[in-house]
Each structure stands twice: as structure tokens, then as C-alpha cells.
């Protein structure tokens, strides 16, 4: 591509008639060469990906058509196996099987396959990129107008571009609706939402009892929404209050000290609160419970909760500390000069003007406590259970979405479509509150601007 | 700032050449005309405000009298929301702000540290520039003060001092059908009507006003400036203005300030008839400001 | 209202209340305080309580063994040949050694105990000693290898405090190994003693204060019982058909009532046991597991105590003695570990082999290079979190190379080029979502399509990667927009002015000077990104990868993943080795954010 950029920019040159000259030319030669490596680059690589994600899928169906008879006939699963002790024996790995004759053949016509494959590749994207140069080289002259024509693909790869995020939401809702769509085949949708009962250990036969499990996810939603309760009423009134003594009462230098410090914990990852809720807190809160008498479990909803509060607590505080710094400096003054207190007035004037933002915030922080997975998935319970006694062991939306999915899985089973349906419910009820609380943040904001 | 301290004290006299040209970039060293009344209910000397390393105000001196409305005319930038803003302590509020001088209210030092700025915001009520109603319903914000210094034992005293501050504020009878609306959802005039009765409801004894009408058209201004002069019977009232003519209907006596200076002050008519100092008779015959 | 006395009362009425409300003022500054000081010590404690599980695991110990590297055993052949040398059974020698050095164990047990001291990885130090010097077959080395988990945690002083105390008076020990007996010419063991009944008094409260538990709750069975019985007395009026339950859970409760008379009859007994056992002084006693060990050196061997005496012991020795002479005044002492055998992982013989090593010096802690070069493992002492660092490196890699370009140009895009429609508002509004949706949907995202919709490989850096890129995208691109935002309309009104086309407009003048907020905003999403777990967890990045990872198509795992299977481990090393994986993060996310934040304070700019 380089090259082409060279070739590009010494024919705008040449072909306006050296360098004395240049001016005669529509953009600067610097685009020219551009164009010409765009032309080189861009089709050679679009057929190179393509290639490259294709290239697997066509080998092995072709590899497959060398494999006698009999092995072709085998259950799809065994035929993989068999891949891939080809695959590796190609690789030159050990394999878990014997070796016999007919496999080590295929191994060498898979090697075989593979290198014929690279070599194509080879030949085709050079021929492209030279191809593409010659097509732009005979392009160039000083009428072209290479700066229009190299802004619009650029144009184009913008838009490509922001549209991600676009494919990225059609993507998240297709795959977990196209999903959960087969499991409301196999499981009504009204015995999901609100089933009380929630055990979706399918058995290996069909014949077993309780073969079918159950799939009732109010449990689930419970489990949740008691974590969720605990961490906000953890997370509110200390996020809130430090973030109106940070911006009401705090000294400069104390306040350039505890903010960071604070906002630490949103930092850390979630992973590590998930550590410290099921090898500290959680035990910590069990022998408190065990001396003074009350039987909490090592997975008790509040160890995993009050965790999920202390990662909260930034969150709301910085929040917060947004909306009480936009009420404007004119309504705290108006207080003051009636000879309000400044805490009268924080209460009474301030909290109420930042009321709305506030509220978004603590809604943003529900939606996150809400899909949170990490905390509750090391420290929270695995069977469901419905209960609203925060010293239990409950169980939440996200940890089954992890357990079922996690290890080995048959793509079709219900358990594992199970997952998705809950991803979904997850999705809309996070996406509907995400969309209320920015609605009123914003709303707020406008308010004072 | 070397500048001899007893100068401006209680000197009515002008100290120095009030011919001399170029004024403007000149210091201005004291203040012109009596800056004593008879009767003052507050009573500033030397006053110097800082905020951080800028010299807001200085050397200050200035009586407001009982039952009088005092205006406070002057370019902007000269001082005169600093200075009104000295006289509850609103100062206070803002970070790097220092405050010198002899402020008394009723003989007594604001500045004193044993003086509590809760009375004192009780007895001297600030009304501001742009109207700023509380978000809440215009019953809400009349009743906020009353309620947050336990004035009223009963609802029915709280209705009375809600409904008779907004009377005085002549705004009973626009509002009477809607207390319970909000009160930012008022036109800017009513806004700031219901700004000052929510002052008057706490029955200060004085009243500051920064700018009250500056952003109100001459209908609402006229309300104001009648409410002004009703008031007058009962408050001491220190008003600053940008308008002449209104410092001329409201006041009885106008003091004229430049460059956080006191240049010069007097009774009202004097001042826009015969001012004695140069600067003052530039701005009020529009030459600058 | 405003009238003159009126206003005495008002200020009077203000003065009086002013008290009360200074007193709530100072009670809502003390709240705010106290909400900050409560953030400050959860941010102390979470750090705390992970520093000081973690920092062990930077020091490993390590144990020297006098190894016999026979030739008979590793190359009989004498060929010298790698592979042959390769193959040999090196745990054999390890264990060879072991029996040497403690030629006293001999039980079947006993030995697997033993062998259970060096590391199981032990012989591939010796593997690899010998690959590289092949000189050294058939000679005999000191060999230092890494000990076992619970001998590293023990030697870091994590499964029982050891007191030490001289003993006093003369003591003759009955024999040298076996089971013997150790009388003292003073009261030695006297305090001993009464620990051991101070213990049984306290055991005794304890079985007391159960019983005290069961006889309320007799009580309450007493009390629904009784109203059962009239439960059921209504019911035979009213409703016949419930009766039949009503029986079954009265039943219930009596049997229950029995059930809790008899334990509490035992409970009863027990108690009074060990209350006589505890009041009558002198005696002999027995000691039990859930006590501290008490172990007696003496003549260069250990004794633990089984039953003890105001003035002898009797026990078993766990290191043989010298000799059964007797030892003087102040030539044996007595060991105390605080923790109960119950309790720990490592048992007493176990402990005195590990304080045998100690003496003799051979045993040391060094720094722990295999925590960081190592892949994953299912021992302790031989797991790293090198495999780990990699993928998160390879996938970090990969999401940064697709989430930079793409993310700046959608901002730039979007802020500088998009018609103001109803697309890009559908675009901003999504993207604004997209930040708030939790992470684990994106890895039901990368399931559904990456693996099985496109046959992506699980557990691979690259799928990872580009997950944690659709998932840092809407981050990058607000952070940009932002900076892009800041630049003042002035630039680009200039550049235009001068006849630039928008695009060089954009990349020649407005770029440059969005970039430092650009790239603040990459970093805090890279952080993001190198936290995340739930969504890797969904395409099989929780893969158990021993290996070092060599590309981004290879299985492996990244940090927080491993934080998170290490967590899970029972293992008690492990709890030191997840809390430093944990340190390693954070110092990455640390320096990453303060990263950041220096950008934005030293590119800040007020136009
Ligand atoms: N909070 C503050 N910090 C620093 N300087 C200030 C502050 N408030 C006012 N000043 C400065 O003090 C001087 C006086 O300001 P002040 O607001 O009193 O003027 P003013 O006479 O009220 O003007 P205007 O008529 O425009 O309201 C000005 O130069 C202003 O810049
Ligand atoms: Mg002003």
C-alpha cells in the first residue's frame, strides 16, 4: 500500500507535469497517493477477511468429503471429535485416539487443503491490490479529483463506524430474543414470569424424574431485587451524604484528598469486590450473626448486598455531586438571606431543586445493581429461593444466567436457552430504566442551563 | 493602598481638586456630602472589601436611616452589590472574601464573631437582582422563612403572615387562586414580587435590594417602585439601581460610587440637581458609566 | 405584623429557637462526615484486607533436599541422551531424599505425609537442573525446590502462632521415640492444666447456653402445641377435613418437643462432666484437638502432648529424640501452637518436620518468580499469573487496535459531520444506553453471534476482545465527543476560513487538539476493560489454561477471570495468591487511571 502511495503521488505529479507544476492539479498529490493506496488496500483486504472467516468452515466440509464413508455417517459430535484429532495430528499435537491410517491421511490432505488455501489467498490479494493500483494509477490526472474521492470513502468509513453502536444494540436484541423466542416455545412465557419455582436442572434422560425442571423466575427477580434494595440503602444515604458534605461543607484541601480517594472504589473492579464480599464480608457477617444468636448463611443476601452498596456509593456520590453543583449559587443565597442554616438549606431547598437528578441517579444505580454479576455470582446463592430475609442465601437473574452458561452446554436445551430468556428480561428492564433516569437527569439539567 | 486612614471618616468635605480633569483613571481619595444622618439604623465605617488579592471596596463609609430609602448608584463593577451584600453578611458565602471596617445595626458590630449571621439575615433581608423563588409552591415560598425560624405556632398564623406578606408585595391578588403552584412557574415580575414578600414574611428591619427591576418591564418596575415606597413606612430600605430615574422616585437619599469608591453622596434631589463632585456629574449627565 | 413589639417578638422568637437548629446543623454536618469517613474506611478497609491476605504470596518458600541424582535411575543407559533425561522419574529421587531425611517415618501414611512436603512440581526444578547440566547425574546435590502450599503457608506464619517457653526444673523423658512419658522435677505443666480445664469450663458454658437455647424453645413448642390442640378442637366443628393435617403437624411438634427433652438430658450430663472435671483441681488430663498443641523439644526431638499432669506429660514424639537422658534446668522448652489441630490444614507431625526444616535451615522464603511467569495450576505454589497477564495483554491489545479508531471515528463523525436528524438522535440516544447495559448482556451478545452464529473459537483473546470492544465503544465515543466539543468553533472557523476542506479541517486542526481527552477517555475505557469479567465468562474465557498463550486464537483466561477461579478454590494458598493477582490488577487500573487523570490536568485548556 505504501507503494501505491508512492506510484499515486509520483503520476499526479508526473502527469501534471513535474513538481514546477503542481498547481495545476485539482488536490494535493499527497491524495492522489491515497486514492491509489485505498485502491490497493481496500479490496485486497475486504476479500482477505472474508477469506480468513470463511476459510475454516469450507476446509473442514471439504476435509469432511475426504473421510470414508462410515465416519461421515457418525453423530455430529463424534464427527467433531474426529476433526479435531485430525486438526491436531495435522498440527503435529498428540491426540486422545489411536492413530490409524485412514486418519493420518486425512491429516496430511487437511495440511494439504491448508496450505493450497494459504497459497490462493496469497495469490488472489496480490493480484487485487496490484489490480486496484493499475485501475487507480490510470485514474489519476489533473482533472481527477482525488481529495472528493478519498473524503468519501472516508465519509463512508465514519459512518460505518458510528453506526456500531446501532449493530451492536440489533445484535444484543436479536441474539437474546431469537434465543428466548425458542425457549417461550419449549416454556410458556406466562409460566416464566411468574412461575414460583425455579430448579432448571434438567436430568440427562428424559425418562428421569423431573426431567423438565422448572423455570419459574420470580424467585430470580426477588433474589435480585432484595440485593438491589440492600446496596441502595447502603449506597444512598452514604453516597448522598458525602457528596453534600464534599460540595456544602468540606474544606478545599480535605475535599482534594477524600474525593479520589472515593472514586477509587469505582475503580476497582468488580471482580475484586466479588472477592472480598465471599472471603470477608460474608464470613464476617456469619460469626456476628453466630454470637449474637441469628443463623446467617455464608451466602447471605446481605454480605453479597451491602457489597454491592460500597461499589454503588461513588457512583451515587459523583451523581449527585453533579446535580447539587448545577443548583444554581442564586437559590442557596436566597435561603441564606432569609437567615436559613446551611443545613435547612441543603434540606430544604437544595435536595428538593435536586431532587429529579438525583432520582436519575439512584436509577442509573438500580439498573446497575440490578445487571451487576460478578459480586453476586461469588458471593450470593445458587438455588433459588423466595424470601425477602436478607440473612438467607438467594440467588439473582445474573448468577443463573452464569451458572447456566458456563461449563458444558448443549445449545438447545432449555436450560441454556433458559439464560438468554433471562438475558432478556435483563436487557429490557435495565434498558427502560436507563432510558427514564437519563430522561430526567437530562430534563433536570435543561431545567437550570 | 497608602491612603491616609481619618481622610474620609467624617469629612463632608471634598478632598481633593474636584476640577481636575482625566477623573477617571484618578483616585478618588474621600467622599462628598453627609454621609451621617440623624437617625441611622445601619452605620458603616472605613469599610474595605477583598476578594482575594482585588480591593472590591474601599474605604467606605455610609449611614442608612430609619425608615429611608437609600439608593446606590454607580457604573458597573464599582461595588455596589459588594457593598450591599456586606450589610447582611452574604459575604460570607462567597470563598476568599475579606470584609474590614465598622459595620453597626442598630449600634451593634455585625462583624463582631460573637454576632450570629442567623438573626442578623433575620433582620436584614436581601432581595437580588434575578428573581429566585425557591422550587416550590408559591405558599411554600412565602412560608419557607417563618417556618424554617419557627415564627408561627399554628397554620392558621402562617396563613395569616403568608397572606399579608403578599398583600404588601401586592401580589395577593394575582396569586390568591394558585398558592400551590410553583413559584418559578410566575412571569419575572411576579417572581420577584414574590422574592420580596418571602423577605418581608420574616418582618426584617432592613431591607436590601440589588437591582430588583433589572429584569422587569416598566409595568412590574412601576408595581415595585410603589411597593417601595409603601414599605418605606415600615423597613429601612438600601436599594441599588442602574436607573437614575428610579433612584430619583424611590429614594431620599442616593449615594454615587465609582471604582469601589464612595464618591459622593446626599439627598436625592441634590444629587441629580446639583452634584458637588465631578464624577458624579458625569454620570448622571451621561458622560460615562 | 411588622409592627414595633412584633418585631422585638421576632427576633426574640428567632433567638430562642436558634439553639435547636444550630444543634441540627451540627448533627447534619456530623451525618455528612460521618457518611465520608464511612466511604474513606471502606476504601481502607477493602485495600487493607486485600494487601494483607496478598503480600505473602510475593515470597515463596522454598526447602533444600539432598538429592542422590543416581544414574541408575535417570539415564541407566548412560546415552546422556535429553529425552532419556527428560523421561526419567524425577519425584522418585525427591522422595528418596525425603525418606533419608526423615529415616524415622516409616508407615504407609506416615511417608505419604512426607512426600506431600516438597512441592508435587519439585521435579521439574530437578528436570530441568539436570538438562541443563547433565554433568551432575550420578552426583549428590543440595537442591533448594519449592515446599508444598501448607508448608509455604505455614512457614509464613499463616496456620498457628507458636509460643515458645524455657522449661524449668529437670526433665527425664521415659524413651526416645514412640510413645512416652516426660515427668519434670517442677510444676511445669501446671499451667497447661488449667488451660485445659479453663477449657472445659468454657466448653460446659457453651453446652449450657445451648441447653438454655432448646429450654425456650420448649417453651414456645409448649405454647403451639396448645393452641393446636384448640385448633383442632374447632376444626372438629367446623372443618373435618383439615383435621387430619392439623394431627400431622401437632404430632410434628411433640415429636420435636421429645427430641429437644432428650438432647437437652444429654446436654445436661455432659456439661456437669466437664464442669467436675474442670473444678476439681490436680489430676491428669486429657488433651483434644480442638486445644492448642503443646509439644515438648527436648534432646533435639519433639514430643507432643496427649494427657498432661501438674508435673509430667505423656505423648507421642514426632521428631525422635537423641537420647532418653534427662535434660536440666532450662535445656527443654515447651512449643504452644495457638491453633487448634481441628483448625488447620496442618497437622502437628506435619508442623514438626516444617520447624525441623526450619532449624536446620533449610528452609527459605525467596521471591515468588513463578506467581508471575507461570500459568495457571491446580497447586498453589506452582500457579502463576503469567498465562493470565498475557491474555489480558492479547486481549487488551486487540480491543484498544478495534476500539480507538472506531470509537474516535464515531465521534468525529457524529460531532463534526452528522446531520442534526432523526438517525444520529437515534444513534446518540443508543449510545447513551448502550454505556448503562449490563455488562454480562454484551457476553450473551459475543455467545450468541462470535460463537455460534460465526464459529468463532472459545476462550480466544480475539473474541474477548472484540466483546470488550462493543462493550468500551460507547465510553470512547462520549469521552471523544466531549473532547471534540471542547475544541472552540474559532479553530475550525479558521481552518475553513483558510479554504480547508471539513475532513482536513477535522484531522489537521481539530483532531490534534481533542486528543489528549481522546486518549483519556481510551484509557479510562481500557481500565474498564481490564476489569471486566462477567462477559468473558460467557465465551469461555473461565477455560482452565495451563500454557502460556502465544496469540490471540489461543485459549486463555485474563486477570480478573483468574482472580475469579482462584476464589473459588478451597485451598487457603490460594486466598493469598487471588488477593495478589488482585494487587497486580489494581496497580495496572491505578497507574492506568492516574494515567488519565494527568493527561486531562496537563492538556486541560480554558479557551
Ligand atoms: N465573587 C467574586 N470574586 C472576585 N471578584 C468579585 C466577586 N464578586 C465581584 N467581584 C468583583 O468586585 C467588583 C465589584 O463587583 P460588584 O458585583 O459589587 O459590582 P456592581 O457594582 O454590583 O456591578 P453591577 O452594576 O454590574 O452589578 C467587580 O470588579 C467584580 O469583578
Ligand atoms: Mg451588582
Redesign the interface.
Known sequence: MALAYQLGLKRSVASAGGHASIRHLHSLPSYYGAYAALWCGLPALLVLGFWTAFEGNIVTSVLIGYLPEAVQQTDPQRLNLILNDIKNLAGGNIVSANVDPAMQQAAASYQDLLSISAAAKTVVVLALGILGTLWAWKRISPKFRARNAVEKTVNIFLIVCSSIAILTTLGIVLSVLFESIRFFGKVPFMDFVFGLEWSPQTSIRADQVGSTGAFGAIPLFAGTLLIALIAMIVAVPIGLMSAIFMAEYAGPKFRAVAKPVLEVLAGVPTVVYGFFAALTVAPLFRDLGDAMGLAVSSESALAAGAVMGIMIIPFISSLSDDVINAVPQSMRDGSYALGATKSETVRRVIIPAALPGIVGGILLAVSRAIGETMIVVMAAGLSANLTANPLEAVTTVTVQIVTLLVGDQEFDSAKTLAAFALGLMLFVVTLVLNIIALRVVRKYREQYE | MEQTMNMSKTTAEPAFDVNSSALADRRVDGTVGKIRVDNPRMSTTDVDVYYGDKHAIQNVSLDIGQNEVVAMIGPSGCGKSTFLRCLNRMNDTVAGCKVTGTLLLDKEDIYDPKIDVVPLRVRVGMVFQKPNPFPKSIYENVAYGPRIHGLITSNADLDEIVETSLKKAGLWEEVKDRMDQPGTGLSGGQQQRLCIARTIAVSPEVILMDEPCSALDPIATAKIEELIDELREQFTIAIVTHSMQQAARVSQRTAYFHLGKLVEVGETNQIFTAPKHKLTEDYITGRFG | ???SP??LR??D??????KK??H??R???L??????V???M??SA?FF??IN?GHGAFLQTFIQLDVELTAADIDPQGSRDPEVLRKADYMGLVKQSMREMYPEVTGRSGRRDLYAIPSSGANLYLRDLVLSNPELVGTRQQIWVPADDDIDVFNKGGSTDIETETGRGIASPSGASGEISVMTTTNSFTPILAEVKENLAAQAAELQRDMK?LESSLVSLDASIVEMDQQIEQAQNTNPGHLQDLQNAREDQVNQRELNRAEIERLSARAEDKLKRADTPGGEEKLSSDLPSYLLKINGGLVKVDRVSNVGIFGRVLLPLDSANEAGDGNWQLLTLETPEDDRRMKDQMIAWGLKLQDQGRMEKRFNTTFFTAGDSREPELAGIGGAFIGSMLTLAVTLLLSF???V??A???EE??PKNRWTD??E??????A???????G??G???FI????MPRSAPLVGGVVLT?MT??TI?IASRAALKSVPPSIREAALGVGA?P?QTVTHHVLPLAMPGMLTGTIIGM?QA?????PL??I?M?AFVVDLPGGVFDPSTVL??Q??LW??SPERAF?EK??AA?MV??AF??TM?ALA?YLRKKFERRW
Open positions: 405584623m411588622a409592627d412584633q418585631k421576632t427576633i422568637i428567632v433567638e430562642r429557637n436558634l437548629r444550630y441540627a446543623e448533627r447534619f454536618r451525618f455528612g462526615l460521618l457518611a465520608v464511612t466511604g474513606l471502606f476504601v477493602l484486607d486485600i491476605k437455647r479508531p472506531i470509537g471515528a464515531a468525529v463523525y457524529l459531520f452528522a437515534i444513534i440516544v443508543n449510545i447513551n444506553n448502550l448503562a447495559v449490563p455488562s454480562i448482556v454484551f450473551l451478545l455467545l450468541a453471534v455460534n452464529f460465526f464459529g462493543l465503544l460507547p465515543i476542506s475532513l481500565a481490564l476489569g471486566e469479567t462477567a465468562l460467557m469461555g473461565v480478573p477471570v482472580i475469579y476464589a473459588d486466598v487471588t488477593s488482585i490488577l489494581l487500573l491505578i487511571n487523570v
